[in-house]
T-cell receptor, first 114, second 112 residues
Framework: SAVISQKPSRDICQRGTSLTIQCQVD?????MFWYRQQPGQSLTLIAT?????????ESGFVIDKFPISRPNLTFSTLTVSNMSPEDSSIYLC???????????FGPGTRLTVL | GDSVTQMEGPVTLSEEAFLTINCTYT??????LFWYVQYPGEGLQLLLK?????DKGSNKGFEATYRKETTSFHLEKGSVQVSDSAVYFC???????????FGPGTRLSVLP
């Protein structure tokens, strides 16, 4: 399995600002994913980030609000732009381990927007 | 589309009690099935998985059997501990390339 780290682990931000979340994996992986977990809820997929191509966004999520970078096979960032209190959530990155259909998750970034 | 249903809880048990968390799924093809656990303030950890019918996944005293005939993957543990208090998510991964589908999660509280 992979060791996945995220930065920051938590942050408190003001309305209208942006936050970039980093996800680092200790192995090269093709597929990385970004999820949102609203308080007390399950996980919702935001987008799939593959190295060398544009991220693929799920219905209800747009690139202007959640721009994603995937510069190499071990790193990705998610930016939450022009934040509002409704963006307060845990944001998790995950990776699909090669030759399996298993996803492994990072520890998450707990975001509070005031 | 594919979906996962699980008992939403919360489930409250005394230490050493028997645990069952029900999970049923709807999917095309033959999905892989997973249980993830989320301890307070942490991310998701893979607890166990099963990739084909009649497979049993097990880890840390937890077990779940892939039942194709009932489209179920119920999580069981014979004797829970206080440290098992967490939210448990059932999930599937379709063989047709669809991304993971998660159930709503079941919060378990184990009292000493």
């Amino acid at each position: 399995s992979a060791v996945i780290s995220q930065k920051p682990s938590r942050d408190i931000c003001q309305r209208g600002t942006s936050l970039t979340i980093q996800c680092q994996v200790d192995s090269q992986v093709t597929m990385m994913f970004w999820y949102r977990q609203q308080p007390g809820q399950s996980l919702t997929l935001i987008a799939t980030a593959n190295q060398g191509s544009e991220a693929t966004y799920e219905s209800g999520f747009v690139i202007d609000k959640f721009p994603i970078s995937r510069p190499n096979l071990t790193f990705s960032t998610l930016t939450v732009s022009n934040m509002s209190p409704e963006d307060s959530s845990i944001y998790l990155c995950s990776v699909e381990w090669p030759n399996t259909d298993t996803q492994y998750f990072g520890p998450g970034t707990r975001l509070t927007v005031l | 589309g594919d979906s996962v249903t699980q008992m939403e809880g919360p489930v409250t048990l005394s230490e050493e009690a028997f645990l069952t968390i029900n999970c049923t799924y709807t999917a095309t093809g033959y999905p892989s099935l997973f249980w993830y656990v989320q301890y307070p303030g942490e991310g998701l950890q893979l607890l166990l998985k099963a990739t084909k019918a009649d497979d049993k996944g097990s880890n840390k005293g937890f077990e779940a059997t892939y039942r194709k005939e009932t489209t179920s993957f119920h999580l069981e543990k014979g004797s829970v501990q206080v440290s098992d208090s967490a939210v448990y998510f059932c999930a599937l991964s379709s063989l047709y390339g669809q991304n993971f589908v998660f159930g709503p999660g079941t919060r378990l509280s184990v009292l000493p």
